[in-house]
């Protein structure tokens, strides 16, 4: 088994040798990778449902054709990304060539997790891989069938000077992380990354985190309260509540709350039926202490279990859950969820609910049900939260043109789509200026002038908005 | 008043929501602009004592390009901070999707002190554009602009919104226990180091601009006059006090006479024949540096200059040979003026020489041949590359400006600060309509629902694209419609033409 180190260095060899970065290598991998997720989709599946009896359906929409869209898009668009930004000049710089030139980075590393075990890896080497970087997968340990999976598949369909899969546990990974990368993406927890950041500051190596949190929802005013049940209980319950962008739980008013329960209710029994420990759709909480850690909470909880509840440690399972009169103390509110229990807490008016989500961290997603749309906005400027969105859960997330990423204690750094690309590129400001004109750089020169001043002053100003400079050349 | 009092003010007059509103922000970046221009006087005073910098150098070399920003940031924001629309899907495309920038909250910016306003008010302008409160902390090296900055600041800004906090090292440190939503540090890597550290503890994130030896490669087939003028003039600048001077010379040996001696003539004429005497040449801020760059001479041939007088911290304009990447003045950024010169034999050795060594602020490469500079660029990696010319790529507010690798992290100018001191929020605004369409991603799922939903939530729609499709299809149906009254023969084939065109087969 090569040490971490040797990988690092055979993959740094290989960066320097600049195999990466020609347009084609990277859209050879990328089919390749294309193609692993075409021929093994079979094996996938099984993996994820061994490790989190991820439902078909989910694990195809959710990892799946994530992965191959995103894989598309960047082969679709690679050739526009990787050319030359001309930018606006001023007068002074008017016959250079003035671009920005994206540049790989070189080593990075990809740290995944486990809820989204295969997306989660596959998504980010989509931009590392078309940014012309060499990059070290290292996958949840814990999602043990899908690591195994990664480590058998990667080898056989990507380059192996320019990438490789680490597997191992968090001693695995602090061993890592004392080795120096270009990059290093994290997603997970807030205490994790916190040691992540330190140890990419020994190197100053810049870093992404896609973190978590609690994500509230909030349902106000006038709204279509069936519709908006499904959209949540859809949201809250795909990949048994697991995802870091679940609303994590509900603020409404007591009427409003008492038209949702009935409406959850009947939602969650079409999804699911009448015994959700039977429905092949319902997944399961990915390890025995993950499903004793949500079992403690709710527990501990001072709030009232109105729908679900049932639970049975042999299978991991707990069943669809909302629980009523939670107070913001309570033990559900204390920490992100990560599961199948639904909080519902009262609030008397909008500005209440805005000031309870202030008090807390920035969350990874906020969401607002409501047909009232001054109610959307008035949320939408009161508060701040990596994404947001109005009238239903998680979807903002499949848009491969909006940054997915948090703000605060959810994250730093965005990616999916182009934004995959720019995280895991450099931008080099290049000027490439030309011989002649010398005589207007005697303005520059010293000794210094006071009349040079006004019209180094004049040369040097980019053109304002609706303003078209004329050449002096 | 207390580091956390003043934070805390700070964060609580964030909270009230006041910095947000444009018209605010504009407020305070005019009142920026107007105290650059009102206080022309005192802020030269105190760099001259600072820097020993005259009047004419703090306008060219610190004002003018604050002023450019803030014209730029007033004339531009309401563009920068409105919301960037994007693609969308097929299923959200009766749906309002866009990028909403927002402020992050209370920011840290800590300056350096060679151009003390350039790096510290130039991110100051970026926080106020994005809406955010910061605590500005000057650099205690430029002791006088670092007081000047106390006194005035608050005279012109929002005394609760924008504090300055003064001080050494321990204020720093203290300061860095505190909490803030992003740091912006312009300084050397071992303190950037200390600095990311302090911030990991919160989940802060941090722009670093740092530093290093920047390079510059003297391609034998150029106009070897002309530039050496421009490294002679981008190296002594401020003494050699820039993050970006041109921090040594790669040359061929057969070369390195003539460009010897074009420095000497450009050094005499820039600063006359004795450096000392003239009031455009700078001196070196402390006695620590200054003892610290005479010590890199060390092992070195004085080809020009060498002159030192320790009571004026003044090192004359010096170029040194004989040098290697064993010696000591190639061991750390220099930051001084002393310009060394490593003979390589040629482009390929140049490139290789530069990519052992970490990856630098900037690139200089001097060369006539466009193919040469292109595979520069190709070949090494920087912050950024300029070719024929030295230090100019900071003046132009469209190129981002920072670091990679150790020279640092993010980068700003113009719109750059703004988005780098800025949330970028991916907005989703749907309504509860439609709902039959989210039939397709409830369970029970079947195989029929799966298909469906593959098309309908994860394929891309190009909406323009589909306008654009639109409007040529009404355009043909017209002009067909036009043709068959006049025309009926072309009319058909016309339909023909058209629907290949489009890939139908009719």
């Not at chain 1, 997603?187 to 040691?195: H, I, K, L, N």
């Not at chain 1, 107070?327 to 229990?341: H, K, R, V």
């Not at chain 2, 039939?439 to 098309?455: F, N």
């Amino acid at each position: 088994m090569e040490s971490h180190g040797k990988v690092i260095d055979r993959l740094r060899t290989a960066f320097r040798s600049r195999v990466t970065v020609p347009l084609e290598f990277r859209l050879s991998q990328l089919r390749s990778l294309l193609s692993l997720m075409e021929e093994n989709e079979a094996q996938i599946l099984e993996a994820l449902h061994k490790d989190l009896a991820k439902p078909k359906f989910e694990a195809v929409l959710s990892e799946i054709e994530m992965v191959v869209n995103d894989i598309c898009y960047a082969i679709d668009n690679l050739k526009y990304w990787v050319q030359p930004d001309y930018v606006g000049k001023n007068l002074a710089t008017k016959l250079d060539d003035c671009f920005v030139h994206r540049e790989p980075l070189g080593v990075v590393l990809i740290i995944g997790a486990w809820n989204y075990p295969l997306q989660l890896v596959l998504l980010p080497l989509v931009g590392a891989i078309a940014a012309g970087n060499c990059a070290v997968l290292k996958p949840s340990e814990i999602s043990q069938a899908t690591e195994a999976l990664l480590a058998e598949l990667i080898p056989k369909y990507l380059s192996q000077e320019c990438f490789s899969v680490v597997c191992g546990g968090a001693e695995a990974t602090a061993r890592l992380l004392e080795n120096r990368f270009d990059h290093i993406f994290y997603t997970g927890s807030q205490a994790v990354a916190r040691s992540v950041l330190q140890a990419a500051a020994v190197h100053l190596t810049p870093v992404t985190l896609e973190l978590g949190g609690k994500c509230p929802c909030l349902l106000y005013g006038q709204l279509d309260i069936p519709a908006a049940a499904k959209r949540l209980a859809w949201a809250k319950y795909f990949n048994a509540g697991q995802s870091c962008v679940a609303p994590d739980y509900v603020l409404c008013s007591r009427q409003v709350r008492d038209v949702l329960l009935p409406a959850l209710q009947q939602a969650l029994h079409h999804f699911y039926g009448p015994q959700p420990q039977r429905s092949v759709d319902m997944g399961r909480i990915v390890t025995e202490r993950h499903w004793s850690r949500l079992m403690d909470l709710l527990g501990r909880s001072g709030g009232r279990v109105a729908i679900g509840g049932e639970s049975s440690r042999e299978e991991r399972y707990i069943a669809p859950t909302v629980v009523v009169d939670v107070q913001e103390s309570d033990a559900l509110m204390q920490e992100e969820i990560f599961g199948p229990i639904l909080p519902i807490l009262t609030i008397e008016s909008l500005e209440e609910g805005i000031e309870l989500i202030n008090r807390r961290e920035k969350p990874l997603a906020l969401y607002v049900f409501s047909d009232e749309s001054k109610a959307v906005s008035t949320v939408l400027e009161k508060t701040s939260s990596g994404g947001f969105c109005s009238n239903d859960g998680i979807v903002h997330m499949t848009l491969p043109g909006l940054p997915f990423g948090g703000v605060g204690a959810s994250g730093m750094g965005s990616y999916h789509g182009r934004w995959s690309f720019e995280t895991f590129s450099h931008r080099r400001g290049c000027m490439l200026r030309g011989w002649g004109l010398e005589k207007i750089n005697v303005l520059r020169y010293p000794p210094y002038r006071d009349g040079s001043l006004s019209w180094l002053r004049w040369a040097t100003t980019t053109k304002k908005k609706g303003w078209s400079s004329c050449s002096v050349m | 008043m207390h580091h956390s009092n003043v934070v805390a003010r700070a964060r609580k007059a964030f909270l009230t929501g006041r910095s947000k509103a444009l018209s605010y922000r504009l407020s305070q970046l005019k009142g920026l602009r107007r105290l650059i221009t009102e206080k022309q006087r005192d802020i030269a005073d105190a760099l001259r004592k600072d820097l020993h910098k005259s009047e004419n150098a703090t306008q060219l070399y610190e004002m003018i390009g604050l002023e450019g920003e803030i014209d730029l940031a007033v004339s531009h924001l309401s563009e920068w901070a409105a919301p960037r629309p994007v693609e969308q899907s097929l299923l959200t495309v009766a749906d309002e999707v866009y990028i909403q920038p927002e402020p992050l909250g209370v920011v840290l910016i800590i300056g350096a002190w060679n151009y003390p306003w350039a790096v510290t008010v130039q991110p100051l302008i970026g926080a106020i554009a994005a809406g955010n409160a910061a605590v500005i902390k000057p650099s205690e090296v430029s002791s006088h602009t670092s007081k000047v900055m106390e006194e005035l600041l608050p005279l012109y800004l929002d005394k609760e919104l924008f504090p300055v906090v003064t001080g050494g090292v321990v204020q720093t440190q203290e300061l860095l226990k505190q909490r803030f939503d992003h740091i912006f540090y312009t300084g050397n890597s071992t303190v950037g180091k200390v600095v990311m550290e302090a911030a990991a503890r919160h989940l802060t994130p941090v722009t670093l601009e740092l530093g290093g030896k920047s390079p510059c490669y003297i391609d034998k087939d150029c106009d070897l006059s002309v530039a050496c003028r421009r490294i002679t003039w981008g190296k002594y600048v401020n003494c050699g006090q820039t993050c970006i001077a041109p921090d040594y010379i790669l040359c061929e040996p057969s070369i390195q006479d003539k460009v010897v001696k074009e420095i000497r003539k450009c050094i005499k004429e820039f600063y006359t024949d004795d450096p000392k005497t003239c009031p455009d040449y700078s001196r070196i801020v402390s006695l620590r540096h200054f003892r610290r760059i005479v010590a890199l001479m060390e092992g070195s041939s004085v080809a020009i200059g060498g002159e030192t007088d320790e009571a004026q911290c003044y090192i004359a304009p010096t170029v040194l040979t004989e040098v290697t990447s064993e010696s000591k003045v190639m061991q750390e950024e220099i930051f001084g003026p002393l310009l060394p010169i490593i003979p390589i034999s040629g482009t390929d050795e140049a490139i290789e020489f530069i990519n052992k060594r970490e990856k630098p602020l900037a690139l200089y490469v001097f060369s006539s041949s466009d193919k040469m500079i292109k595979r520069m660029i190709a070949d090494t990696s920087s912050g950024a590359l300029l070719a024929n010319d030295c230090l100019v790529h900071y003046t132009l507010s469209d190129l981002p400006f920072g670091g990679v690798g150790s020279s640092g992290m993010g980068h700003y100018h113009g719109r750059y600060t703004f988005d780098q001191l800025s949330h970028l929020r991916s907005c989703l605004i749907k309504k509860l309509r439609m709902e039959r369409v989210n039939q397709v991603r409830y369970p029970p799922h079947t195989a029929q629902k799966l298909r469906w939903a593959r098309l309908f939530l994860l394929k891309r729609v190009d909406v323009g694209q589909w306008r654009r499709a639109a409007q040529a299809v009404a355009l043909v149906t017209l002009a067909a419609y036009v043709v068959q009254v006049r025309r009926p023969e072309r009319f058909t084939s016309i339909l023909y033409c058209t629907s290949y065109t489009f890939g139908f087969n009719v």
